[in-house]
């Protein structure tokens, strides 16, 4: 660095002083070799009688040069302006005043305009009192003053200066503004550092020819692990970070009141505007209007489409859409554009009863928003309702199949409350199958159904979903198609979840509709213990032979005889690639005539009964009783039904 030459007035007075500071050892120089031009004193130099000549480094700035105190005057100066001690506590309360009184981002832009005042006249002092021979050298100081304040702890990263470009990066420690903006507000979605960005921005305002954006990249007010600031030249920043010159702008303390005061009056209108579509849309629900005429009156409001979905339905349940490409849009967006939609659930008592959605390609105004709230009100109501209704509904029918049971009502009484209960011909053939599911609402299945098949009776009863099939021909194909199909559907819709659907008998009169009820329920207790986490249908054809012992005997028990008794023999089967199975279930449908038997087998009569004996062997049962043939007979009916499931799996 060079030495700045000293007029010759001074020259008595720094002999005496050269001599002073070293005998003192002073802290204004690094070393004890006089050299003025080294001086690191913050402010002009009272011993010296120097002013304003120094070759000062940023990184030489030391607090105690920097800060006068005159406990007489009780004046504090710092940077050779004077300062007052307030604790970060205290300025943490004037924030959260501010922003309670102003909100949010009025708030912002004036602690910005504020920061950028700090900053301003903080580049104004330092500039004019020393003799800085870089740009970077001064823009450093800013940063070791900010430091040396207490206000934030500063490491610049990245500086670099051209004719045409502008850059800074940095890092922010211990920032007092993002930890009294957390203490107050909590972390925010946005950067909070608003004095601090406002105090880089001014200083370089005084500092730097060219205008420049600051902003903030990370930030401990939005709960990034420190603050990270970046300086840009206007012309090489983003249209995002050029908005942020806008909160620059100056607005007196009347303007901001006047505009307090009529974003006050635009939330008043709004809520008395919200209000009116509220009363409107109460009124016409308790007039008996319609789900989708409710719909109509909201999308004139809003002027957008609207439309109102259940869970794992492909069709909203009501809908309105103002223009042709809407429905078109909606579809579309359900698969991929999220940003057209707009969605708010509709609850009642922590339950969903649905979600209304709003498509609109725009961000949804203030009034908006608020209308939708309101509405989203009568839309719980008016769900919520509809759900009472049908459970009354669910309710009766669930009575009915119960009277029916019970026999308790003659057959003409029994079709009189049938047909105005149902939407089913009671007098002619039906059958009934129930669906079970663990996993799913039983509402949520009924309201898909109630979509995919419009023209069968189905409803609720004990957490069970029953289809009532009118006038269903008496085929198994055609009954075994319909359940693969309906199978298939609900495997593709919820495809996490695990079914079982069992189709009771065909019922040719109305008093036999209650035994098709039963036995479709037994047979989804079936499937449950036979096939565990597995979704599996049946028909009662697979099993009438052994129905009765369904009816009187506990699945779990059911399949535990089947094994007990078969087990051996199936798994001897499976493991030598043999028919003992098969041997004796022929031999059992021959009523164990021995001829008979190895004839319709092809077997010889040893070669027959070398197989019996391996079977009786195996099974440890007397099949020449009666009773040990009738326990053969049922297991092995339960194992043609296991093994008709397995197949189908």
Excluded at 92 to 102: E, S, V, Y
Excluded at 423 to 450: A, G
Aim: glycine share 4%; aromatic share 12%.
């Amino acid at each position: 660095m060079q030495t700045q030459t000293l007029p010759e007035s001074y020259s008595n007075k720094l002999n005496y002083q050269k001599n002073k500071f070293i005998l003192n050892k002073s802290k204004h120089f690094q070393s004890s070799d006089f050299d003025l031009g080294k001086c690191t004193s913050l402010f002009r130099c009272k011993d010296c009688m120097f002013m304003g000549v120094y070759i000062v480094k940023a990184n030489r700035l030391v607090f105690e040069n920097a800060i006068d105190i005159n406990p007489r005057s009780g004046i504090i100066k710092f940077n050779g302006n004077r300062m007052i001690l307030k604790s970060a506590e205290a300025l943490g309360f004037f924030r959260r005043d501010i922003i309670q009184t102003l909100n949010m981002e009025r708030a912002k832009g004036f602690l910005l305009r504020y920061g950028w005042a700090c900053g301003y006249s903080a580049g104004d002092s330092i500039e004019k009192m020393y003799n800085w021979k870089e740009l970077k050298e001064l823009i450093k100081a800013g940063a070791a003053i900010h430091t040396l304040e207490g206000v934030v702890s500063v490491e610049i990263d990245v500086l670099e200066i051209s004719d045409d470009k502008f850059e800074m990066e940095g890092k922010w420690f211990h920032s007092y503004e993002a930890e009294e903006h957390v203490r107050h507000f909590g972390f925010s979605e946005e950067s909070v550092c608003w004095t601090l960005i406002g105090y880089v921005a001014g200083f370089l305002a005084k500092t730097y020819s060219r205008e420049v954006v600051v902003f903030e990249e990370k930030c401990r007010g939005k709960c990034d692990d420190y603050c990270k600031f970046v300086v840009r030249t206007k012309e090489h920043a983003t249209a995002e970070q050029l908005d942020l010159l806008r909160y620059f702008q100056e607005t007196s303390l009347a303007d901001e009141l006047d505009a307090t005061y009529n974003e006050l009056k635009s939330l008043n209108n709004s809520i008395l505007h919200s209000d009116t579509i509220h009363k409107q849309m109460t009124h016409a629900m308790l007039e008996g209007y319609t789900l989708n005429q409710l719909l109509h009156l909201l999308s004139d409001a809003l002027q957008c489409s609207v439309t109102i979905e259940r869970r794992y339905l492909m069709k909203p349940i009501g809908y309105y859409f103002m223009q042709k490409d809407d429905e078109r849009l909606y579809l579309e967006g359900n698969l991929r554009k999220k940003e057209f939609r707009h969605d708010y659930e509709i609850m009642t008592m922590k339950k969903q009863l649905g979600t209304l959605v709003i498509l609109s390609h725009n961000d949804l105004t203030r009034e908006q928003k608020m209308i939708i709230e309101r509405a989203v009100t009568v839309f719980s109501i008016y769900l919520y309702t509809q759900m009472q209704i049908a459970q009354s509904q669910w309710q009766r029918k669930s009575d009915f199949l119960d009277e029916v049971m019970s026999r308790q009502s003659s057959t003409e009484a029994l079709i009189k409350k049938a047909r105005s209960i149902f939407y089913f011909d009671p007098s002619k053939n039906n059958r009934v199958i129930v669906i079970t599911s663990e996993y799913e609402e039983p509402e949520i299945l009924h309201s898909f159904l109630m979509t995919e098949y419009l023209n069968i009776e189905c409803f609720i009863k004990n957490q069970e979903i029953l289809l009532i099939l009118e006038d269903c021909e008496k085929d198994i194909g055609y009954m075994s198609d319909f359940v693969s199909i309906l199978t298939k559907r609900l495997k593709e819709r919820f495809k996490q979840s695990i079914f079982q659907i069992g189709v009771g008998k065909n019922a040719d009169r109305l008093e036999e509709i209650g035994s098709s009820h039963n036995e479709a329920r037994l047979i989804c207790q079936f499937l449950q213990y036979a096939a565990p986490g597995q979704t599996q249908s049946a028909i009662y054809e697979n099993f009438q032979h052994i129905m009765l012992f369904l009816k009187t005997t506990n699945p779990k028990e059911l399949l535990h005889f089947y094994e007990e008794v078969l087990a051996p023999l199936i798994k001897y089967d499976e493991q030598n690639n043999a028919t003992l199975a098969h041997t004796l279930e022929v031999f059992l449908n021959y009523s164990g005539n021995v001829n008979k038997t190895a004839k319709a087998l092809s077997l010889s009569i040893p070669g027959f009964r070398y197989r019996m004996e391996k079977i009786e062997s195996l099974l440890q049962e007397d099949l020449r009783t009666g009773d040990g043939r009738f326990r053969c007979q049922l297991a092995l009916k339960i194992y043609y039904v296991l093994k008709a499931l397995e197949n189908k799996k």
